[in-house]
Structures are given as structure tokens and as C-alpha cells.
């Protein structure tokens, strides 16, 4: 009983999770060493294998350690499983951006390529471009039209696997971001030219993660819609290269004067390198920091297999590119003029490219340029005239050449038509023109003396006098009085009338003083109206722009001058070519005399010597040229017959160089009551004055002149002359035709009274 009671006694179950060690059995207690009815000695006689079984255990855990993914494998296990399941929540986070950026853009059955702006190709009369003007700042070409070494180069810098990627470069993305993080700072980019035309073309240049996924997107719809050369022409239209210049055509007609079409290599490499800083690498800001860029880029050619070792090393050794900050060349003025009256004549904004043919020689538009620069080089400094402009036309005002100032690149301010000055006497030949339409003739007596007219004494710039002389010498030698006696005669009315029908645009004050130019106008309207009297009195209409058409060849816009209306008689220009050609052959435009050419002008200069200009023609073109400062501060005795005459005569040398010279309206001849005489432009003696008054046939060729001995002004720089736009209160005769006191002649009421004839007493009284 006693044993079964035992027997029944039981061990409670142990929650430490492992089996009894040997220090458990020993805290059992003496009365409980009996189990299943062994014996404690039985259990003590059993042999002890404490060392196996701890080894047993060892393996065992070992065992579970392998099975449970321990040790190196095991890392690495957990490392890809981890790995997969932040890749897996990482594509579904992506997938949940793209999505919601998605959803936020237009659908893409509506996505277009945005019209490029618009672009104004502008071609001279051969029709070679001189310049682009727009928003792109050059016209676009295909890929076979451009050099070939600039897609080459692009995609070599750029995107070396643009034509094998699907417009994501997930390898070039992987080595910018390793690039980067190794560097510390951003120094490559992942992006590819898909992409860079799709953040050109549809979005703003912000860096947000919102753009950079619509990016991808439009990058992905561009491939999936276009073909490779497709989007690399795009891309090399559209893509910016600083200074303005959108585009490889606008960029090398900037940095190079040339086309596209025309780069070389080494160009090529350059234009390439300032696609990744376009002000920074700018050849115009920094010529070595571009061209070290284009070192980069050629390396980068090789690299690929677009050109060898001599290509290179040939690109290598040209020197640097130093392009101005600016467009240069004078052209660029032309283009300006362009631009300002394009809308207006093909009715309204430019919203397609249009080709715009001028009437601009570019040949005569180097030569002008050229001449200008010649003088302003080589005396300009010295006698403080530190600007210049020139117009040409030819008989029907076409402007064959123009030039707004000394340099485009530094001032496109243009003098030649946005700038208006005193013409001085270079304004004298619409007052003689006045007179001959009122009957008077180059041979017309009037006195060279002091006059009064109110309170303004007109004098000639030596202050002398010469007496009873012609119209003819007067104009010659440019005497200030005798130009305002006239205007007296005729009356300011009628002179401002005449200007105006010539082709004077700009307003007039009908004064006395304006026989000596102190009204405003501007070079080429001055020059245009000279037009008149080298084609023989027709409207010669300044025009630069002759026809405009869009790319498809629709013509805008048609120029036609063909029919022009007479302004004045064959008479009256007749009489003025050939007193104009005396100022040339005798006068004060004695510099501008042109070997073997038949040439009239005149010189003009203002109060001061603010402004100096000369106006000229031949039968092929008129020329007008000035010379100044932008701020009216005077020069060093410069007048119409200085510089501005030697820098017309350079520019006509070489203007008609190869042309049979040709004689100017009328010969040079003459006209009076009807009968052709010689205008020698010589003075005579008294005893041919005499003889004419006489009526002695001998002589009667010989045009009156000044009286042996007396001294003729030879400079026509008006001296106490009234300031301009001076009022009727300074000239009282202005509006009433009265007589001033002075001899100045018959006053003239109308065209129909007969002028009169110098007599010998008038000469012997000196009137």
C-alpha cells in the first residue's frame, strides 16, 4: 500500500522550457528519489554521459540555427528578401505618384508639339540672309540641312544612348546618381535629350518631383509618337544657347556670322558645349571657358566613333571663338527696320515664319560700314566726332545700304533713321529748288551782303562779303545769306511745301532761319529727298522691305515703286544737279570729288559744329552721310566738307567700282529762259559780268560770278543762327512775305511775275 501510494505520487511539469539539469535532480528531496518504482541507486549505478549529451544538444541547436537562416547566407537571405519587399512597396509608391501626377495632366490624346514662335528670315535683294529676327532668334532646319557634326556632337556630350533607349536612360540615371553621391554635389545629369525637349516644350523649369514624373511621361509619349531624328531635329531647333539665341541656327548665325549649314567641327563641338551653361560657357562672356568645354566635347566624339585622332587634333588647334556681346554687322540696323514696319504691312502679328527679301546690297552694306569705320579710326578720336551713319538709294529710294552707327554690338540705336538733327545747309538745295519754281535761274544776281531779317542777322562763316554773285556761286560756297534772302522771296510756306512733296516727312518751322537747316529730320528722309534731283524730279519713296512671303511661298506683301509721281520739272532739276555738281567740282564738297564720275551734293553743317553732313549723288544711287556725337557736344571743326565728304567719297569709290560711269541729270547744263548753258562753276571777271548784262553773244555763255578780289566763304557753318523751331516772333516775315531790309531783290507773290534782271547800274550801285 505503502508502495502504491508512492507510486502515485507525480513530478509537476517544469515551464522553463528545457530538460532537468543535474543541479534539479539533486534539489529533489530524499522522499521523493523514488520513480516509476526505481530506486535512487538504480538510477546512481547508470553510467553518467553528461559530455555526449551536451554535444547532442549542441548540434541540435546548430541544427535549428540552419534551419532558422543563420549565419552569413542567412543575412544575405534576409538582405534580398528585405530588399524585394521595399523594391515591391517602393514600385507600388511610384506607381501611386505616377498615377496621381498623371491624372493631374491633360489626357494624352489631347498632347501636341507647341507651335515653335515664329521666325522673320531676313534676305538681302539676292536673296542671301543677313539676319533672323523672332523670339527663336533663327529660322529651324531639317537634320540633313544642318552640319552633321552638330547632331553628332550633341548626342557624343548629351546622350551617348539616345538612339537605344526608350526615352528614359535608366544606365546614364544610375552612373549620374553614382557620380554625385561620389562628389558630393550635382555634376551629372540623368537627364535624356527626350527629356530635355519635353521640359522645353510643355513644362516650367521648376525642379519639383510633380514635374519630373509629367516629364518621364511626355518623355515616354514622345518616343511612343516620334521617330529618333524626329525628336533630335526638335530638340536642336528648340533648345537654348544663350544671348537669345534659340536653336542652331540662331546660335551659329550669333556666336559665328554663319549658318548652320556651314559650321565647322570644332563649331560644332563648341555649340554642343554650351547647351550644359549656356551664359556661363558663352564664347561672348567667357572664350576659354568654351572652348576648354569644346575640348570635352570633341573627346566625347572620339569616344563614340564619330571622328578620329586627326579631326581632332586639327578641331584642337583652332583658336578660341570671341564673339561679340552682341549681334554685330551693320545689317542688323536693317533688320531692326524691318521688324518695326513688318506688321504693318502684311496687316497685323507675325504667326508664321516669313521670309522677308530687302532691297539691302550686302556687298555696298560691308563697303558703307567699312568706310565709316575707316574715318571715325583714323581721325575720329582726334577731332571728337565719335559717331557716324549713312544711307543709299538708289532712283526709286530703294535703301541699297545703311548704317545706323559706328558698331551695332555697342549701341543698335539708329542714327540714320530713329535719330533726328539739323541738317544746316545741307537743307539749302529745297530753298533753291523754291526758287527756281518761281522763275528764277542759277545765273539769278542777288547781293552778298549783310541782312537783317527781324531781330536774327544771318553771316557767312568768315564774316566776309563777296558782293553781287549767283545763285549758282552762292549755293557753291554755301552763303548763309543769300539762302536766307531767298527764303524771304519765296516765302518759308513754299519752301516747306516743296520738302515735304520731296519726301521730308518730319515737321518744319516756317521761319527764315530754316534756309539754313535749323528744323529736325532725319538722315534717310533727307537723303531720299535728294533722290529727287538724281532721277530726274520723279518721288523716290524710302523703302527697305520689297517682298514678304511665308515659308510655304504665299506672298504677303508686294513693294511697287515702279510708276512714281513728278515732283518737279526736268527744268528746275536740270538747274539744281548743275549747281549742286558745282559744289562738288568748286564748292565746299571739293573732298568728295570722284575720279571719272559726275557727281552733285551738298555739305551741311550746324551751329556749333554739333553735326557735320554731306548728301550726294551720281546717276546710279544718292548717299548721305553724318557725322557727330550722341550727346550733341561738339566737334573740332568738323564740317559737311570734312569728314562726312571723305567718307562719302570712299563708299561711292567703292560703290561704283566696275560701273561705266554715267552723267548726272541734265549733263550738268544750265537752263535759263530756255537756252542750255554750260555751268562751268568757275569765277569769271567783272568783264564777263558786264558782257552778259550787255548782251554781248561772246560771252554769253559764261555764268555770272563773284568780283575779282572778294573772298567767298568757303565753310557753311552758320554763325548767330536761331535755335531751332524758333517762332514767328523771331522772324516777323514769316507769314506776310514782307521784304526784309536787306537787297535781297524783287519779292516774289507768285510764280507768274517775271524775276528780276541785274542791271549795270545795280551792279555799279552794288545792289
Same mark, same amino acid.
Given at each position: 500500500?505503502?508502495?502504491?501510494?508512492?507510486?502515485?505520487?507525480?513530478?509537476?511539469?517544469?515551464?522553463?522550457?528545457?530538460?532537468?539539469?543535474?543541479?534539479?535532480?539533486?534539489?529533489?528531496?530524499?522522499?521523493?528519489?523514488?520513480?516509476?518504482?526505481?530506486?535512487?541507486?538504480?538510477?546512481?549505478?547508470?553510467?553518467?554521459?553528461?559530455?555526449?549529451?551536451?554535444?547532442?544538444?549542441?548540434?541540435?541547436?546548430?541544427?535549428?540555427?540552419?534551419?532558422?537562416?543563420?549565419?552569413?547566407?542567412?543575412?544575405?537571405?534576409?538582405?534580398?528578401?528585405?530588399?524585394?519587399?521595399?523594391?515591391?512597396?517602393?514600385?507600388?509608391?511610384?506607381?501611386?505618384?505616377?498615377?496621381?501626377?498623371?491624372?493631374?495632366?491633360?489626357?494624352?490624346?489631347?498632347?501636341?508639339? *507647341?507651335?515653335?514662335?515664329?521666325?522673320?528670315?531676313?534676305?538681302?535683294?539676292?536673296?542671301?540672309?543677313?539676319?533672323?529676327?523672332?523670339?527663336?532668334?533663327?529660322?529651324?532646319?531639317?537634320? =540633313?540641312?544642318?552640319?552633321?557634326?552638330?547632331?553628332?556632337?550633341?548626342?557624343?556630350?548629351?546622350?551617348?544612348?539616345?538612339?537605344?533607349?526608350?526615352?528614359?536612360?535608366?544606365?546614364?540615371?544610375?552612373?549620374?546618381?553614382?557620380?554625385?553621391?561620389?562628389?558630393?554635389?550635382?555634376?551629372?545629369?540623368?537627364?535624356?535629350?527626350?527629356?530635355?525637349?519635353?521640359?522645353?516644350?510643355?513644362?516650367? *523649369?521648376?525642379?519639383?518631383?510633380?514635374?519630373?514624373?509629367?516629364?518621364?511621361?511626355?518623355?515616354?509619349?514622345?518616343?511612343?509618337?516620334?521617330?529618333?531624328?524626329?525628336?533630335?531635329?526638335?530638340?536642336?531647333?528648340?533648345?537654348?544657347?544663350?544671348?537669345?539665341?534659340?536653336?542652331?541656327?540662331?546660335?551659329?548665325?550669333?556666336?559665328?556670322?554663319?549658318?548652320?549649314?556651314?559650321?565647322?567641327?570644332?563649331?560644332?563641338?563648341?555649340?554642343?558645349?554650351?547647351?550644359?551653361?549656356?551664359?556661363?560657357?558663352? *564664347?561672348?562672356?567667357?572664350?576659354?571657358?568654351?572652348?576648354?568645354?569644346?575640348?570635352?566635347?570633341?573627346?566625347?566624339?572620339? =569616344?563614340?566613333?564619330?571622328?578620329?585622332?586627326?579631326?581632332?587634333?586639327?578641331?584642337?588647334?583652332?583658336?578660341?571663338?570671341?564673339?561679340?556681346?552682341?549681334?554685330?554687322?551693320?545689317?542688323?540696323?536693317?533688320?531692326?527696320?524691318?521688324?518695326?514696319?513688318?506688321?504693318?504691312?502684311?496687316?497685323?502679328?507675325?504667326?508664321?515664319?516669313?521670309?522677308?527679301?530687302?532691297?539691302?546690297?550686302?556687298?555696298?552694306?560691308?563697303?558703307?560700314?567699312?568706310?565709316?569705320?575707316?574715318?571715325?579710326?583714323?581721325?575720329?578720336?582726334?577731332?571728337?566726332?565719335?559717331?557716324?551713319?549713312?544711307?543709299?538709294?538708289?532712283?526709286?529710294?530703294?535703301?541699297?545700304?545703311?548704317?545706323?552707327?559706328? =558698331?551695332?554690338?555697342?549701341?543698335?540705336?539708329?542714327?540714320?533713321?530713329?535719330?533726328?538733327?539739323?541738317?544746316?545747309?545741307?537743307?539749302?538745295?529745297?530753298?533753291?529748288?523754291?526758287?527756281?519754281?518761281?522763275?528764277?535761274?542759277?545765273?539769278?544776281?542777288?547781293?552778298?551782303?549783310?541782312?537783317?531779317?527781324?531781330?536774327?542777322?544771318?553771316?557767312?562763316?568768315?564774316?566776309?562779303?563777296?558782293?553781287?554773285?549767283?545763285?549758282?556761286?552762292?549755293?557753291?560756297?554755301?552763303?548763309?545769306?543769300?539762302?536766307?534772302?531767298?527764303?524771304?522771296?519765296?516765302?518759308?510756306?513754299?519752301?516747306?511745301?516743296?520738302?515735304?512733296?520731296?519726301?521730308?516727312?518730319?515737321?518744319?518751322?516756317?521761319?527764315?532761319?530754316?534756309?539754313?537747316?535749323?528744323?529736325?529730320?532725319?538722315?534717310?528722309?533727307?537723303?531720299?529727298?535728294?533722290?529727287?534731283?538724281?532721277?530726274?524730279?520723279?518721288?523716290?519713296?524710302?523703302?527697305?522691305?520689297?517682298?514678304?512671303?511665308?515659308?510655304?511661298?504665299?506672298?504677303?506683301?508686294?513693294?511697287?515703286?515702279?510708276?512714281?509721281?513728278?515732283?518737279?520739272?526736268?527744268?528746275?532739276?536740270?538747274?539744281?544737279?548743275?549747281?549742286?555738281?558745282?559744289?562738288?567740282?568748286?564748292?565746299?564738297?571739293?573732298?568728295?570729288?570722284?575720279?571719272?564720275?559726275?557727281?552733285?551734293?551738298?555739305?551741311?553743317?550746324?551751329?556749333?559744329?554739333?553735326?557735320?553732313?554731306?548728301?550726294?549723288?551720281?546717276?546710279?544711287?544718292?548717299?548721305?552721310?553724318?557725322?557727330?556725337?550722341?550727346?550733341?557736344?561738339?566737334?573740332?571743326?568738323?564740317?559737311?566738307?570734312?569728314?562726312?565728304?571723305?567718307?562719302?567719297?570712299?563708299?561711292?569709290?567703292?560703290?561704283?567700282?566696275?560701273?561705266?560711269?554715267?552723267?548726272?541729270?541734265?549733263?550738268?547744263?544750265?537752263?535759263?529762259?530756255?537756252?542750255?548753258?554750260?555751268?562751268?562753276?568757275?569765277?569769271?571777271?567783272?568783264?564777263?559780268?558786264?558782257?552778259?548784262?550787255?548782251?554781248?553773244?561772246?560771252?554769253?555763255?559764261?555764268?555770272?560770278?563773284?568780283?575779282?578780289?572778294?573772298?567767298?566763304?568757303?565753310?557753311?557753318?552758320?554763325?548767330?543762327?536761331?535755335?531751332?523751331?524758333?517762332?514767328? =516772333?523771331?522772324?516777323?516775315?514769316?507769314?506776310?512775305?514782307?521784304?526784309?531790309?536787306?537787297?535781297?531783290?524783287?519779292?516774289?507773290?507768285?510764280?507768274?511775275?517775271? *524775276?528780276?534782271?541785274?542791271?549795270?547800274?545795280?551792279?555799279?550801285?552794288?545792289?
Amino acid at each position: 500500500m505503502a508502495g502504491k501510494s508512492r507510486s502515485r505520487q507525480r513530478i509537476e511539469p517544469s515551464f522553463s522550457g528545457r530538460a532537468p539539469s543535474d543541479d534539479d535532480e539533486v534539489s529533489i528531496g530524499a522522499d521523493d528519489r523514488v520513480a516509476g518504482g526505481r530506486s535512487s541507486a538504480a538510477r546512481e549505478a547508470r553510467p553518467r554521459r553528461d559530455k555526449p549529451a551536451k554535444a547532442k544538444r549542441r548540434g541540435g541547436r546548430k541544427r535549428r540555427a540552419r534551419r532558422d537562416g543563420g549565419g552569413f547566407f542567412g543575412f544575405l537571405r534576409f538582405v534580398i528578401y528585405w530588399c524585394l519587399v521595399l523594391a515591391l512597396w517602393g514600385g507600388i509608391g511610384v506607381g501611386g505618384l505616377v498615377l496621381y501626377y498623371g491624372s493631374r495632366m491633360p489626357s494624352a490624346s489631347t498632347w501636341a508639339i *507647341p507651335a515653335r514662335p515664329p521666325n522673320v528670315k531676313i534676305n538681302d535683294r539676292d536673296g542671301s540672309a543677313i539676319a533672323n529676327r523672332g523670339a527663336t532668334g533663327g529660322e529651324a532646319l531639317t537634320l =540633313d540641312e544642318m552640319s552633321p557634326y552638330i547632331p553628332e556632337a550633341i548626342v557624343a556630350i548629351e546622350d551617348r544612348r539616345f538612339y537605344s533607349h526608350f526615352g528614359v536612360d535608366p544606365i546614364g540615371l544610375a552612373r549620374a546618381l553614382v557620380t554625385n553621391a561620389i562628389t558630393g554635389h550635382t555634376v551629372q545629369g540623368g537627364s535624356t535629350l527626350t527629356q530635355q525637349l519635353a521640359k522645353n516644350l510643355f513644362l516650367s *523649369p521648376e525642379r519639383t518631383l510633380e514635374r519630373k514624373v509629367q516629364e518621364v511621361l511626355l518623355a515616354f509619349w514622345l518616343e511612343h509618337k516620334y521617330t529618333k531624328d524626329q525628336i533630335l531635329t526638335m530638340y536642336l531647333n528648340r533648345v537654348f544657347f544663350g544671348s537669345n539665341a534659340f536653336g542652331v541656327e540662331a546660335a551659329s548665325r550669333r556666336y559665328f556670322s554663319k549658318s548652320a549649314r556651314d559650321v565647322t567641327l570644332a563649331e560644332a563641338a563648341m555649340l554642343a558645349g554650351l547647351v550644359k551653361a549656356p551664359s556661363r560657357l558663352s *564664347p561672348a562672356r567667357d572664350p576659354q571657358a568654351a572652348q576648354a568645354r569644346a575640348q570635352v566635347v570633341l573627346q566625347a566624339m572620339r =569616344d563614340q566613333g564619330y571622328i578620329g585622332d586627326a579631326e581632332i587634333k586639327t578641331a584642337m588647334s583652332q583658336p578660341s571663338t570671341r564673339a561679340k556681346s552682341y549681334w554685330s554687322g551693320a545689317e542688323n540696323y536693317v533688320a531692326d527696320m524691318v521688324m518695326d514696319q513688318l506688321p504693318g504691312l502684311i496687316g497685323g502679328e507675325i504667326k508664321e515664319d516669313v521670309i522677308v527679301d530687302t532691297t539691302l546690297d550686302a556687298g555696298l552694306e560691308k563697303k558703307a560700314e567699312q568706310s565709316l569705320n575707316d574715318i571715325l579710326d583714323r581721325d575720329g578720336r582726334k577731332l571728337n566726332a565719335l559717331q557716324a551713319a549713312l544711307v543709299s538709294v538708289d532712283r526709286t529710294g530703294a535703301v541699297r545700304a545703311l548704317v545706323g552707327g559706328k =558698331d551695332y554690338a555697342e549701341s543698335q540705336y539708329n542714327r540714320a533713321v530713329t535719330a533726328k538733327r539739323q541738317p544746316g545747309s545741307a537743307f539749302k538745295p529745297f530753298v533753291y529748288a523754291a526758287a527756281m519754281e518761281m522763275g528764277m535761274t542759277p545765273l539769278s544776281m542777288r547781293n552778298d551782303a549783310p541782312v537783317k531779317i527781324g531781330n536774327w542777322t544771318p553771316e557767312n562763316y568768315e564774316q566776309k562779303y563777296n558782293g553781287p554773285v549767283t545763285l549758282e556761286t552762292a549755293l557753291a560756297h554755301s552763303l548763309n545769306t543769300i539762302a536766307a534772302q531767298l527764303v524771304m522771296e519765296v516765302g518759308p510756306e513754299q519752301v516747306i511745301k516743296l520738302a515735304h512733296r520731296l519726301g521730308i516727312e518730319s515737321e518744319l518751322q516756317a521761319n527764315a532761319s530754316i534756309a539754313l537747316g535749323t528744323s529736325e529730320v532725319s538722315l534717310l528722309e533727307l537723303t531720299s529727298s535728294y533722290a529727287a534731283f538724281m532721277n530726274g524730279g520723279y518721288k523716290a519713296t524710302p523703302h527697305v522691305i520689297a517682298k514678304v512671303t511665308t515659308a510655304s511661298g504665299k506672298v504677303l506683301y508686294q513693294a511697287n515703286f515702279g510708276d512714281p509721281p513728278r515732283l518737279l520739272s526736268e527744268t528746275v532739276v536740270a538747274n539744281m544737279d548743275a549747281m549742286m555738281a558745282g559744289v562738288i567740282s568748286v564748292g565746299t564738297g571739293r573732298s568728295a570729288r570722284i575720279p571719272g564720275w559726275q557727281a552733285a551734293g551738298k555739305t551741311g553743317t550746324t551751329q556749333s559744329f554739333r553735326d557735320a553732313l554731306f548728301v550726294g549723288f551720281t546717276n546710279e544711287m544718292t548717299t548721305g552721310v553724318w557725322f557727330g556725337n550722341d550727346d550733341g557736344k561738339s566737334m573740332k571743326k568738323v564740317t559737311g566738307g570734312g569728314l562726312p565728304a571723305k567718307a562719302w567719297k570712299e563708299f561711292m569709290v567703292a560703290a561704283h567700282k566696275g560701273l561705266t560711269p554715267t552723267p548726272i541729270f541734265g549733263g550738268g547744263q544750265i537752263i535759263d529762259n530756255g537756252a542750255t548753258i554750260a555751268a562751268t562753276g568757275k569765277p569769271t571777271t567783272i568783264e564777263s559780268i558786264l558782257s552778259g548784262v550787255l548782251g554781248n553773244d561772246s560771252s554769253a555763255g559764261a555764268p555770272p560770278a563773284t568780283v575779282p578780289g572778294t573772298r567767298v566763304a568757303t565753310n557753311e557753318e552758320p554763325q548767330d543762327m536761331p535755335a531751332a523751331g524758333a517762332g514767328d =516772333d523771331i522772324n516777323p516775315y514769316a507769314s506776310r512775305h514782307i521784304t526784309p531790309p536787306a537787297d535781297i531783290g524783287e519779292p516774289a507773290s507768285g510764280g507768274n511775275r517775271r *524775276p528780276h534782271r541785274t542791271t549795270l547800274l545795280d551792279l555799279i550801285l552794288g545792289n
